[in-house]
């Protein structure tokens, strides 16, 4: 009997010494781990706000939420919601030097909810050069001696309205290696997709494990569909969102801390090691149902033969204040500074919005030096009626961009800045 107590005693004492074992190790953790810094506040951008009598953008592919929560001539409130981050998320494509992959995340660390929208690689910007797509921007500015990363994040803010707090960019080794070093992926490929016209990518429909190679040619496969880099954005969105149900499930990411190592070694980052544990851990504490990706409402244009997206403005607003806005005030036109479509015609917001509108079909534009105050009015003239007696129309010109306004130079003047 006495035996058999001690084999008790000896038992409980070892199963005493694991629980505080593992009571200080998670307890050492939550120490160890830390939310990152918050953004400076927004800046409002110069620039005449309107607001047109109707809504014509429809968003593309992703759903899209509900309500602009626009106001005309609002002032921005610098407080923001409580344990809200905002996260820019950047696939460097080692092979093109381009950032074919572009995502705003806001996590929610009080209602337990992540939020992230994508931004088609093409997005027109404001930049002074032949191509003028948010995609090549990171290398751009890194080629002429500049900061990659802050040219990017200032080109994001000018479409969000409000600077990121964190940014990540991610290339393809350490894509692979985080998610080899998780076992793998399990995911339901839609399609037979082959392409061979650089790392080849091969993979056969059905659900599957895909490892780190695998995985990776599935992000990056575009040429295929139909859709292009709209199609491949979608894939992106259902393999993330497949990869979080799974960690969910597992209630756990595995091997997280070699994941958390291979990824804080290799990214351009201002995440801490520290600062990724702390939104893994926020990360478990979502539901699957709160995890949500969208894309940006777009318009796809050629222009001059080359592949152009036009944000949407409105849907896009709304998109914005509903789902990555950290703020408390709704994010209003006149913070922003893009380019964008309406009724044909191509149309500024922000430090452009005083030039006027440039047509397609190589319209009007004031002079640079003209005194005349632009109102804005022009944005919503009706189109002039063809006289009825006409034999035919006249073939409409080759699409062109506008010419840009000149600006102060910067640190990196290849760009158009405010």
């Given at each position: 009997?006495?035996?058999?107590?001690?084999?008790?005693?000896?038992?409980?004492?070892?199963?005493?010494?694991?629980?505080?074992?593992?009571?200080?190790?998670?307890?050492?953790?939550?120490?160890?781990?830390?939310?990152?810094?918050?953004?400076?506040?927004?800046?409002?951008?110069?620039?005449?706000?309107?607001?047109?009598?109707?809504?014509t953008s429809t968003p593309q592919q992703s759903p899209s939420p509900s309500g602009s929560g626009m106001e005309r001539g609002t002032a921005f409130s610098t407080s923001r919601q409580d344990g809200v981050y905002t996260i820019l998320l950047v696939g460097n494509d080692d092979g093109t030097g381009n950032t074919d992959t572009i995502m705003v995340a806001k996590l929610d660390t009080v209602r337990h909810t992540l939020n992230a929208v994508s931004i088609p690689r093409d997005t027109l910007i404001n930049v002074d050069t032949p191509v003028r797509k948010i995609n090549s921007v990171y290398w751009g500015a890194r080629n002429n001696g500049n900061d990659g990363i802050e040219a990017l994040r200032r080109h994001v803010r000018k479409l969000t309205g409000f600077d990121v707090d964190c940014y990540a960019v991610l290339d393809l080794t350490a894509f692979i290696e985080a998610v080899d070093?998780?076992?793998?992926?399990?995911?339901?490929?839609?399609?037979?997709?082959?392409?061979?016209?650089?790392?080849?990518?091969?993979?056969?429909p059905g659900y599957q494990l895909l490892d780190g190679e695998q995985a990776m040619g599935l992000v990056r496969f575009r040429y295929g569909y139909m859709n292009g880099d709209l199609d491949r954005i979608n894939v992106q969105h259902d393999f993330l969102k497949a990869a979080a149900e799974?960690?969910?499930?597992?209630?756990?990411?595995?091997?997280?801390?070699?994941?958390?190592?291979?990824?804080?070694?290799?990214?351009?980052?201002?995440?801490?090691?520290?600062?990724?544990?702390?939104?893994?851990?926020?990360?478990?504490?979502?539901?699957?149902?709160?995890?949500?990706?969208?894309?940006a409402p777009n318009t796809p244009m050629t222009v001059q033969n080359l592949s152009y997206t036009?944000?949407?403005?409105?849907?896009?607003?709304?998109?914005?204040?509903?789902?990555?806005?950290?703020?408390?005030?709704?994010?209003?036109e006149g913070m922003l500074d893009l380019v964008y479509l309406y009724n044909g015609s191509v149309c500024c917001t922000g430090v452009l919005n005083g030039v006027g509108y440039f047509s397609m079909g190589g319209g009007k534009a004031p002079a640079e030096d003209s005194e005349d105050e632009y109102t804005g009015d022009d944005y919503y003239e009706e189109p002039e009626e063809e006289p009825a007696e006409e034999p035919e129309e006249e073939p409409e010109p080759e699409p062109t961009l506008p010419p840009l306004p000149s600006s102060t130079p910067s640190n990196d003047d290849w760009l158009i800045t405010t």
């Open positions: 009997m006495d035996k058999k107590r001690r084999a008790v005693r000896i038992i409980l004492t070892a199963l005493g010494a694991a629980a505080v074992l593992a009571i200080t190790a998670v307890s050492v953790y939550m120490l160890w781990e830390k939310p990152p810094a918050t953004a400076a506040e927004p800046e409002k951008l110069g620039g005449t706000l309107h607001t047109p009598d109707e809504q070093a998780m076992g793998g992926i399990w995911y339901d490929v839609p399609e037979r997709l082959y392409y061979d016209g650089g790392p080849v990518i091969d993979l056969e799974q960690f969910l499930s597992q209630g756990s990411i595995p091997n997280a801390s070699k994941v958390i190592s291979i990824l804080a070694g290799s990214m351009d980052t201002n995440l801490t090691a520290a600062n990724m544990a702390y939104f893994a851990r926020q990360l478990m504490m979502c539901s699957s149902e709160d995890i949500n990706f969208y894309t036009f944000l949407d403005l409105y849907d896009w607003l709304a998109m914005v204040n509903d789902c990555i806005n950290p703020y408390s005030t709704p994010v209003t």
